[in-house]
């Protein structure tokens, strides 16, 4: 029997706290406070923002670089309201990595340039945008989850949020409580990368085009603190090459914060075409590189954290809207992996979000129609056209690095490829994926400037209530069956690889051998996208839990 449910009514819930929907709610309340100025019936809308994290931020990760054009459109005076921005960008560099060489490329590619940028924490910022959305009267709701849509008549009606104080077999603990109805006239879904309320909205609506299979990639990251006199604020690095095998994309980067402070990492395609990619192996082997160790040697890792990267594209993009809710930022697709970038066009995702709904707050039109506009408004968007300009860049490295730059350079579009699972794509074990196998079992992490998945993860801040049902969900016949057998002899089980927090675990003592240790979770999706067999769920744990990330 479902619990009973308390429900609180609102005009819009906006659901994730990341940049997209931050800057919609702060644009959409700017909107109402300047038509409320001039209008005889003034508008009070009731808003909120739920957040699954444990504070603004607490899940926001990025290398990043922000292009501030998007801040023209919503907040002009962002600079002196005290946007933390850590550094201006300044010099610049593009390498292609050996195992121990470098070689600079000597020409930099527009895409590349970052003039005019800065460098920021994600976190930081994230947090940053909370308080300026709270500052303006929006409820920001933390700790919460979104765990499934109300429908009603077809739309979705509202959210439901998590339950608290369930214990690990399914029965309410002393002072438990059931989750919340939040009703709402429009929901924004802002999740980020494979967001868990977007799947169900998917799976409903058939929001990701048959033709346009999204693509991902898992990027790790590190902030560092490093000894003085190695590198300058607003000095960045972009690498391709090693540690990864042609046929694999990904590439590194390193981004001076200041004179001592660093952020770095590494992207590697969630949809290998190897059975055991690592994308925390490869961090570590980035990080012995010489162009990066010689900044990082001596210094201290001070944070650790994981997401997926969503980089199919323009063509791989959902429907932005459906009845009764609109998509944006990174759920809805828009990242531009040819300029590593997709912070502006979240920003900008939600400026239009919000003139969408300021205009159904003014006519009290919320039918899919009047939403509808949402996506009128991004074909006409500068948005759209650096997407398409952008169009099919990452599909480009389907068949491997070399013809992935030819294609980049002579800006050639290939046609996307068909759609495919990823277990056609994995080449069962053979002579290379032994080799490094071989190599992988034999690393040691020094614990100075390498570290374990554990090591890492004790640093991301990622805690979870340990007496709360699985949020990776397998099911029994499929750990005994696909994992234990099928898996075992295809594959060798890449879960015990590419999750970045070591949350699967293989003994082939035990019975069954695949052990999940979910409180590691830094919530990055990547075992939803990379299992060759799609049988792992990753379902919202108890709000609150996950990484808390004050740095990256
Ligand atoms: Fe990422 Fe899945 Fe590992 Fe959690 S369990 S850290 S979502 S790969």
Redesign the pocket.
Known sequence: MSPERESLDFDIVFVGAGPANLSAAIHLQNLVERHNERATSPLEPEIAIIEKGRYPGAHLLSGAILDPSAFSLFMPDFLEKGCPLEAPVGKEHVWFLGEKRKLRIPYLPEAFRNGGNYLVSLSRFGAWLASEAEARGIALIDNTAATGPILENGRVAGIVTDDKGIDRNGRAMPGSEPGMRLNARAVVVGEGARGSLFRQLDRIFGLQPEAGKQIYETGVKEVWKIPAGRTGAGEIHHTFGHPLPPELYGGGWLYAFSETSVSLGFVTSAEPSLPSVDPHYNLQLFKRHPLVRDIIAGGSMLEYG?KTITSGGYDAMPKLFGPGFLLTGECAGLVNMQRLKGLHLAMHSGVLAAETLFDSLVSGDFTEKALRTYETRFETSAMKEELHGARLYRQGFEHGLYRGLVNAGLKVAVPAPPSSPGENRLLPGGKEYDKWLLKKKAFRPDGALTFGKNDSVFRSGTVHEENQPCH?EIQPEDVAVICAERCAGEFGNPCQH????G??EIDTDSRPPLKINPS?????????IADPYGVIV?KPPEGGGGPGYKLC
């Open positions: 994981a990776l590419f999750c970045p927090a949350v699967y590691n979770c830094l919530h990055c999706k990547t075992c939803e990753w």
